[in-house]
C-alpha cells in the first residue's frame, strides 16, 4: 500500500529563517512520482514539484530546494530565507503507477507553515 | 493557464439533504478527482473519473456518488449529508496523457452540515 508521513504538523519560524519540510513515502512501485503542493490561504493546491523515481537529483528553485534520497524514502522540501507569503499548507504527495491509477495521488497530512515578520 | 473552477466555496446543509457539488475544467482534460480535506489526515480521493461516463472508487466513496456526463464536469453527490460529511472538497484535473503530469485544484468548497 502506498503511504506518504508528513511528521512536521505545524512549524513556525520567523522570516529569514531557513525550514525543512520533512516527507517520507512506503511504496512497493519500483517506478513512481513524488510531488509537493503548496496551499496558501486562499485555499487553491498549487503545483511545487514533480520527482520521479529514476532522477535522485536535488533541485533549486529560487528559494526553494528538494532532497530528494531514495535509501531513505525521502522527499524533503527547504526554503531558504524564508518569507511571510511563504505561510501555506505543503503537502507531499506519492503518484500511483501502472493499471488503473488513472494518476491518483496519496497525500500526507500536510505541513502548517507559518512565517512570521 | 488551466482553469479548475467549483460552484460553490461555501454551502451550508441539514442533515439528510442531496447535495451537489459541481466542478468544471477549461482544459479538455481526461482524467478528474475528488478530495475532502480533513485537518490531520491530508486530501483523501473519494471518487476519480478517467473519462466521460466513466468513474472509479478512491479510497472513502461510501456515502457518495459522482457523475461524469460531459468531459468538463464532473460533480459529487451527497445523496443523504450528514453531519461527518462537513469538510473542505477539492477538485481536481489532469490531463491522461502522459504519466507523470500533475493534478490541477480547484479552490474547494466548505461543505457544513448541520
Known amino acids: 500500500a502506498q503511504k506518504v508521513t508528513q511528521a512536521q504538523t505545524e512549524i513556525s519560524v520567523v522570516e529569514k529563517e531557513d525550514v525543512t519540510l520533512d516527507c517520507v513515502y512506503e511504496t512497493r512501485d519500483t517506478t513512481y512520482y513524488l510531488f509537493w503542493y503548496k496551499q496558501p490561504p486562499s485555499g487553491e493546491l498549487v503545483f511545487l514539484i514533480r520527482?520521479?523515481?529514476?532522477?535522485?537529483q536535488n533541485e533549486i528553485s529560487g528559494r526553494y530546494s528538494w532532497n530528494f534520497q531514495k535509501s531513505t524514502s525521502s522527499f524533503n522540501f527547504t526554503i531558504t530565507a524564508s518569507q511571510v507569503v511563504d505561510s501555506a499548507v505543503y503537502f507531499c504527495a506519492l503518484r500511483h503507477t501502472g493499471g488503473t491509477s488513472y494518476g491518483k495521488l496519496t497525500f500526507g497530512q500536510g505541513t502548517i507553515l507559518t512565517v512570521h515578520p | 493557464d488551466v482553469k479548475v473552477t467549483q460552484s460553490s466555496r461555501y454551502l451550508v446543509k441539514r442533515t439528510g439533504e442531496k447535495v451537489f457539488l459541481e466542478c468544471v475544467q477549461d482544459m479538455d482534460h481526461e482524467n478528474m478527482f475528488w478530495y475532502r480535506q480533513d485537518p490531520g489526515l491530508g486530501l483523501r480521493l473519494i471518487y476519480f473519473?478517467?473519462?466521460?461516463?466513466?468513474?472509479e472508487k478512491g479510497d472513502i466513496p461510501e456515502g457518495y456518488s459522482v457523475s461524469r456526463e460531459k468531459k468538463e464536469r464532473f460533480s459529487l453527490i451527497l445523496e443523504s449529508a450528514s453531519t461527518n460529511q462537513t469538510s473542505m472538497y477539492l477538485c481536481?484535473?489532469?490531463?491522461?496523457?502522459?504519466?507523470?503530469?500533475?493534478?490541477?485544484f480547484g479552490p474547494g468548497t466548505r461543505l457544513t452540515v448541520l
Open positions: 520527482r520521479n523515481s529514476f532522477d535522485e
Open positions: 473519473s478517467y473519462d466521460v461516463k466513466m468513474k
Open positions: 481536481a484535473s489532469r490531463t491522461g496523457t502522459s504519466g507523470n503530469n500533475e493534478q490541477f
